[in-house]
């Protein structure tokens, strides 16, 4: 049956369930792509689908080889060079309420410990970063550290983060309200935005932050300044208060 008619083409309602479901399934990729690298590439890709269709419809063979074996290269050459981005995009879209409902608990208890920690070393201005483990998987950061298995406690990250310590200068990783590693490192950031103006442990913060679900806090040696980390973004400056309750939020899995 037919639903509606364009110009010389015949719609039924399956016709038009079928270009919903694609236009919504291209619109939330947009979506997970956007403020990222990989959008200027998307670009030529959708030129590339677009020859396609257009040779296809008007039968201009040169054109339709051309561009059918353009696309194939430009979507390997997509998939390898924008592999962190894709990682991402996934994650984030296995981290959607939907399916955040079929996991455990997260690393709540060590907030406060946090909290109190930060209040200190951001008193003193000494450097920290510490990353709160939630859905996604941190070993592969925690192996390139120190491991400690030890209760998450103020006095203990005070304490790592002491200047001249061993660990002092890398990342302390918490899961489960445990300190499972000291001294990690960290991917460094690939978003050009940031790339230049912030220092090294914002930086791998914030590189955390865009390949797993991780919440991340980091303190300024310089200033003392106090952010947070998560999805790939930044709130800088903030108060405790300010943490205290942005974590409470995001390690109950609420935050957007």
Not at 14 to 40: C, E, N, Q
Not at 97 to 125: E, I, Q, T, Y
Not at 151 to 177: M, R
Request: proline content about 2%; glycine content about 8%; charged content about 20%.
């Amino acid at each position: 049956m037919t639903f509606f008619r364009f110009l010389f083409f015949e719609f039924g309602l399956m016709d038009v369930i079928d270009i919903l479901v694609v236009a919504l399934i291209v619109y939330s990729f947009l979506l997970l792509m956007k403020g990222t690298r990989a959008v200027t590439m998307l670009i030529g890709l959708g030129t590339i689908l677009f020859l396609m269709f257009l040779s296809t419809w008007m039968d201009m063979n040169s054109l339709k080889w051309l561009s059918a074996h353009l696309g194939t290269v430009w979507i390997i050459a997509f998939i390898i060079v924008f592999q962190p981005e894709l990682r991402n995009a996934l994650m984030r879209l296995g981290n959607a309420p939907l399916f955040r409902r079929l996991v455990g608990s997260r690393s709540r208890k060590a907030a406060a410990s946090v909290v109190n920690a930060v209040d200190v070393l951001s008193s003193a201005k000494v450097g920290a970063l510490i990353a709160i483990k939630r859905d996604v998987g941190l070993k592969g950061y925690i192996e390139t550290g120190k491991r400690i298995a030890a209760e998450a406690t103020s006095e203990l990250l005070v304490t790592i983060f002491t200047p001249h310590t061993p660990l002092h200068d890398g990342a302390v990783i918490i899961e489960d309200d445990t300190i499972s590693a000291a001294g990690c490192e960290l991917p460094l950031t690939t978003n050009p935005r940031y790339q230049r103006s912030l220092g090294m442990r914002h930086r791998a913060g914030l590189g955390l932050s865009e390949e797993t679900d991780a919440v991340i806090v980091i303190v300024s040696e310089e200033t003392g300044a106090i952010s947070l980390a998560i999805r790939g973004n930044l709130r800088r400056n903030l108060t405790l208060d300010n943490l205290r309750k942005l974590l409470d939020i995001s390690l109950k899995g609420n935050d957007k």
